[in-house]
């Protein structure tokens, strides 16, 4: 069997399910955000055997039948609601690291396209550049800060600045999913506001 670990929104991991239903392969979907309202897990943390996945339709699928995992853009979650004040982050915490402990057992018992540690590294630019400095790669003149003053001195230093996020570019407002991507700064950018 094939899980997909996902989110119910990606259109790429709709198109592979519609191949792999027209391909009659068996498979799962465990949609990350729907966790922990509406899906269940249950496992060992050193075996597949004995897990199970209860999926957002009410299907059992048993871990061990688990031979291939694709771990495809699995979103955070939205702040679970709380009773009181600071039990919001706890249950958050406990979820995710819940779902961060599932994700990396499946790599050692089956065949994990995207394993989520290197997924983490390959997103971490600053370790991207670390790296690339490291194997004798030309890096760029890089500033990570949140100080305009610094950003505006870096600005003016050098002659073409581009500006991009250190973290994923999708911002959720509204129910809509907006991206920032990569821009060149210009002078207007750098005023002082």
């Not at 897990?51 to 039948?65: Q, R």
């Amino acid at each position: 069997m094939i899980l997909v670990v996902t989110n119910a929104y990606d259109d790429v991991a709709n198109l592979v399910i519609k191949k792999l239903r027209d391909r009659k392969a068996s498979w799962a979907r465990f949609n990350v955000p729907a966790f922990p309202g509406r899906t269940r897990l249950a496992f060992d943390p050193t075996a597949l055997e004995g897990g199970t996945l209860v999926d957002e339709d009410g299907e059992e699928i048993d871990l061990a039948n688990v031979t291939s995992a694709w771990i495809w853009k699995p979103l955070r979650r939205k702040r679970l609601d709380a009773l009181e004040p600071g039990e919001g982050e706890f249950l958050q915490d406990a979820s995710e690291r819940t779902c961060q402990c599932f994700t990396l057992l499946l790599a050692p018992f089956t065949f994990t396209v995207n394993q989520p540690e290197m997924t983490r590294l390959a997103e971490d630019k600053g370790f991207q550049l670390r790296l690339a400095r490291s194997l004798g790669l030309a890096v760029p003149p890089t500033l990570v800060t949140n100080s305009p003053v610094r950003a505006r001195a870096f600005c003016l230093e050098h002659r073409e600045v581009v500006f991009k996020l250190i973290n994923r570019p999708q911002v959720f407002h509204r129910g809509r999913v907006s991206w920032i991507g990569t821009n060149l700064v210009e002078a207007r950018d750098t005023r002082n506001r």
